[in-house]
């Protein structure tokens, strides 16, 4: 029996080195079928073929300004039926929507919520990825606040060159001359959403799409905005960045969705707290600033049971979140105000909400 059992150990031993060696011996020929299948895979992809028609979010960029491991800066990505539109423009976004599988070559413009630096430093990256991918053959149409004209052209001039390299590389046929860069549209500022001009109705060329700039409060920025999408009986709410907003509570009336900003100020405060204890005065300084004028989660949570909406998103995280664990300190008393689900946004989530229905999926695009 002992013989027996010895042989056994004998062949597994064997086998199991075999199996190594073998291994070793075929590892460029298996790194290179992983490869292969990784390329067909992901390599070209337009996520928007598997989807239903209908509303769907991207989220290419859940963070803020401070440097944050899963959140990139603020960016939201939408696809309406067979159109997609593109909501700030913070870093890291360009690699995001590409690994989601963004559809850029049905991109209808760009618009930005407000021209802090971190909602437009991925700007230029963005403008070239459009132009590229895009197929573009005229500059990308981007809207946002007065001063968005002189914003976009300095981004013209900085990538001017770049754009030179690219169609002298490329050719006129992959990089026309005439596509590059983007042209900046200032919005009509809305007064009040309660009255007839409460929102700017922004032109789209898309049937059965309502898209609205609502005014929002994040004084001194001025004038800062959010958005609601309506398309085929779905809608979503995108806030930038605010403090609480009677305007934006209206303006989300029985939406979907909301995408709301969500800063915790004890968070941030014990940041300050740190930054003094270390003498760095100046940036304790600046965060004692930031909380007055941002929406804590617990003011984002009375917006959303307010409004009647579906489902709330937190986006805009402020502080980052690098572990799950911080995500309970950070709701605080979210979920006794609002009974409906609640998520802290991330880098990659996608939902999709279906023309028709009233579901709201959520899925991973990275």
Not at 31 to 39: G, K
Not at 52 to 62: E, S, T, Y
Request: with cysteine.
């Amino acid at each position: 029996m002992g013989n027996i059992i010895k042989k056994r150990v004998l062949i597994l031993v064997i086998t199991a080195v075999s199996l190594l060696i073998t291994a070793q011996l075929l590892k460029p020929q298996i790194s290179s079928y992983i490869f292969s299948r990784a390329l067909e895979q992901n390599l070209g992809r337009d996520i928007s073929s598997d989807l239903p028609d209908g509303l769907h979010v991207l989220i290419c960029g859940a963070g803020g300004p401070l440097p944050d491991m899963l959140r990139s800066g603020p960016c939201t990505g939408i696809i309406a039926g067979d159109k997609s539109y593109i909501f700030d423009a913070g870093s890291g976004n360009v690699r995001n929507l590409v690994l989601m599988g963004f559809p850029f070559h049905k991109l209808e413009a760009i618009y930005l919520t407000h021209l802090h630096s971190d909602h437009i430093d991925g700007l230029g990256q963005l403008m070239i990825q459009t132009w590229i991918a895009g197929q573009r053959k005229t500059p990308v149409k981007i809207y946002g606040p007065k001063g968005v004209t002189k914003v976009v052209n300095g981004f013209n001039t900085a990538y001017e060159i770049d754009a030179g390299f690219r169609t002298a590389h490329h050719g006129e046929g992959i990089a026309p001359p005439e596509g590059a860069g983007g042209i900046g549209i200032p919005i009509a500022i809305p007064i009040k959403y309660s009255d007839s001009s409460a929102t700017s109705l922004l032109p789209v060329s898309q049937a059965n799409l309502s898209l609205k700039a609502i005014l929002v409060s994040h004084e001194p920025v001025e004038p800062a905005f959010g958005f609601r999408l309506d398309y085929k009986n779905r809608s979503v709410v995108i806030s930038g960045d605010t403090k609480f907003d009677d305007n934006l509570l209206a303006a989300s009336q029985n939406a979907d969705l909301l995408i709301h900003e969500a800063l915790d100020p004890e968070m941030i405060l014990q940041m300050a707290d740190v930054m003094e204890a270390k003498e760095q005065n100046h940036l304790a300084k600046v965060f004692r600033d930031v909380p007055d004028y941002h929406t804590t989660p617990e003011e984002t949570a009375h917006i959303a049971a307010k409004a009647n909406v579906g489902e709330l998103l937190m986006h805009h995280i402020v502080p980052p979140l690098p572990i799950n664990l911080l995500e309970t300190i950070f709701l605080g008393e979210a979920k006794k105000i609002y009974d409906g689900k609640i998520t802290i946004a991330k880098d990659g989530m996608i939902l999709s909400l279906p023309a028709g229905t009233d579901i709201i999926s959520h899925s991973s695009g990275l």
